[in-house]
């Protein structure tokens, strides 16, 4: 009984071969394409990260190039002319408002632009927001900077504090000179208020003839107090 018993196991570990085989020759074009694929969109990863390094690296050259040159009107030309996509768009605004004092007209509706932009990212939007504000000065009537400022004073902004500061400079402008250094005051306590905010606005409260009050410290720098 073994003979015949071995004899049909044989057969059928062959006719499972041959059906595996067949399987592999009609479906295993699927695995071959599989494979392709992923090599292929590591491969295409790699290219994308290279070709936008690389474009980078190109625009940040013509932008430096176009600093460098000497006339005002020659730099916005030359830098209006470099080719830009995604947030390079944002950057290339903020460059050519850099001139402000040669071509203020220019200069705001340059920031304008990018702070309407919707496609652009909202750290650059906001950045040019304030920055519209600060350049427009008292040409902007006040309670329009008002508006604008706080809107960007608000938590999570990423110029919240910046914003915070113009601010109080407007409340000096408007002669409430009190709220001001109140202001300021608790600008020199907010632990997000970079240190040079914090040393301008001790110095202005100075000026106003207020006392700055201890500046905030950050509780991770603290210094732990000896356990002995």
Known sequence: MSNPDSFISEVTDEVRRDRLFAMFRKYGWIGVVIVVGV??????????KASAAARAQSFGDAMLDAVDLGAPEDRAA???AVPADGGQVALKELMLASDAGKDKPAALAALDKLSADA????????LAAL???MLAGKDMPIAERRTALEALAVPGRAFRTLAAEQ???LLIEDGKTADAIAALGALMQDQDSPQGL???A???ITALGGTPPEPATDAAAEPVADAG
């Open 39 to 48: 090599v292929g969109g590591a491969a295409y990863t790699e290219w994308a």
């Open 78 to 80: 030359a830098m209006a």
């Open 119 to 126: 496609t652009q990212p909202q750290v650059y939007r906001d």
């Open 131 to 133: 920055r519209r504000v």
């Open 167 to 169: 601010l109080a400079y």
């Open 198 to 200: 914090r040393t301008r």
């Open 202 to 204: 001790a110095q202005m």
